[in-house]
């Protein structure tokens, strides 16, 4: 039985579809939309539109707790044994669950299975399948030292997607939280998502802890979802912030011991000049904006 959990804040119309995409899905448990502060007509308009389910199901914040924190509001109140979290902009193909369901019964214990996301362009989304970051694949990533040995191992890239697709499941050290599977026991023992991540890195930190314990973690290319992407009217100078504070506490929760202060403190002061350069663009050169809403997205963290 699965439960899918996802958070809204402001997502747009695409949740329509989002939901829709969901509700339809043969296999469904339930599906438990946490709405994290929308307007009071954006909630009627989903009521009508959705309350008739019976399996649908709403906790309604009346401001943004954050994306930690609701997801594991929604899982708190879930009984399906498998938690899958979507992000409100990821429509699923008409077969997902039943898919997952089947790879979930397959797989070995203690498994997370992220799929194949895809934009409107059909090309495999950077994020997906990842190896985690560490200090020094962020530098090598931040100052693009691939470039002196790409072929080295110590020089490799954070994101895999341009890797051919595999044919079946594989084995990875990273996905993304826009569609991240497991068991819900699994997602309570791990501790679930930190809090302290407001937007963005929760997912990362998740999947660390996860490897921590000696589970595996698992890519689906059977598994193809649409990922539409920025549709949640947001600045993205917010989800910049965010995902800076995101990074620099995930390498000085997880890193201190084992990295000199130094190496960490050079990488917080380039992951700050670096969001500091993206308010500069943001706000210097308005007739830019557009462009730099996709850029938001970097090399880290997909």
């Not at 698992?218 to 504070?245: C, G, Y």
């Not at 011991?257 to 706000?283: C, D, H, N, Q």
């Amino acid at each position: 039985m699965i439960s899918v959990v996802t958070v809204s804040y402001h997502t747009g119309p695409v949740l329509f579809n989002a939901i829709a995409s969901v509700l339809e899905q043969p296999g469904l448990h339930e599906f438990i939309l946490v709405d994290n502060g929308n307007s009071a007509a954006f909630r009627e308009e989903i009521s009508a539109r959705f309350g008739s389910y019976p399996n649908f199901r709403q906790i309604i914040n009346d401001r943004n707790l954050g994306f930690s924190a609701a997801c594991n509001q929604g899982a708190a109140i879930a009984t399906g044994n498998i938690l899958l979290f979507l992000n409100p902009d990821c429509i699923l193909l008409s077969d997902s669950l039943q898919q997952l369901q089947a790879l979930a019964d397959r797989l070995p214990e203690h498994a997370m299975i992220g799929a194949d996301l895809r934009g409107t362009d059909n090309l495999p989304q950077r994020g997906a399948r990842r190896n985690l970051p560490t200090p020094w694949l962020t530098l090598v990533e931040l100052f693009r030292l691939d470039k002196l040995a790409p072929k080295h191992p110590y020089f490799r890239r954070i994101n895999r997607q341009t890797e051919p697709v595999p044919v079946t499941e594989i084995e990875v050290p990273a996905i993304s939280g826009a569609f991240m599977a497991m068991k819900r026991t699994d997602f309570l023992e791990v501790g679930q998502f930190d809090e302290n991540y407001f937007l963005h890195v929760e997912d990362l930190d998740l999947c660390y802890r996860w490897q921590q314990l000696g589970w595996k973690t698992w890519f689906a290319p059977q598994l193809r979802v649409m990922h539409l992407l920025s549709t949640s009217d947001v600045s993205p100078l917010f989800i910049e912030q965010n995902k800076t504070r995101g990074l620099i506490r995930y390498f000085t929760t997880h890193f201190s011991p084992y990295y000199p202060a130094a190496m960490l403190w050079l990488l917080s002061a380039s992951l700050t000049v670096r969001y500091i350069g993206r308010w500069v663009e943001f706000y210097l050169r308005p007739r830019w904006t557009a462009i730099s809403i996709k850029r938001v997205t970097d090399h880290v963290e997909g």
